[in-house]
């Protein structure tokens, strides 16, 4: 296999991680808003203790980025401008034609839980397909905001057995939170000629929790956080996840 190759393969895997990493946000925090903003509807109980747990998945999508995104810090031939530029492009325009033309849609980019239709899956997926795209060139929009990367990236540094600690600890709650919604789905799911039915959000949601879950574990088996702590090169290492 070609440099370039090798480089486009990585770059992509970084993507899909991000994309993956970013939706277990979004998805998390609605949980986490239905929790608390209406009290009578708990979802995933008995079987999750606290919406509270969610929190967890959110350090940890917000970690598996960071990690992302040092992974896909390959060398690759841009196509007329910076790829921040194209998701900036993708995003807009997506979110413009949903307030023209579907601003009921406009709900599901925060509310994800409450997708129902390929439409308004497809509108979803466009626009953080766009902030994916953002997210992983973020540190080229501007020369101060380079800095403030690097500036955080050296604090990061200076704490890599807390932050590998969190990661494990985010993880493993993660993981308890992604059996609790898999038991209840299969518990409280439709049933049709011994088939499972399940709506889209449920299913993208629990794919999205198993993934932001095994991706952080096999980074901090990797001792990714312990690594950048030495000032050592961690790509090559969680490469191989």
Known sequence: MSDIQAALGIKILSLAVIFNSVLSVIFAGDILYIFYAKPASHPYQPYLLDGFLFCFVIIASILNIITAKILGDVDLKRIKFHHYFYGFM????????????????????LMPTSISDNYSSAAFLMVYGGMTLVIDDIQDVSLKLR????????????????????????????????????????????YSKGFIIPEFSAGFFTLNLLITSIWGLGVVKKRFWLLNTQGKDCSSHIRSI
């Open 147 to 190: 800095t403030f990367f690097n500036n955080l990236k050296r604090k990061i540094q200076s704490f890599g057995m807390m932050v590998e600690m969190l990661h494990l600890c985010s993880c493993v709650v993660s993981i308890y939170v992604t059996l609790s919604v898999i038991i209840w789905g299969f518990v409280n799911r439709v």
């Open 90 to 109: 993708m995003s807009g325009i997506s979110f413009v034609f949903i307030a023209l033309f579907a601003p009921s849609y406009l709900f599901a980019l």
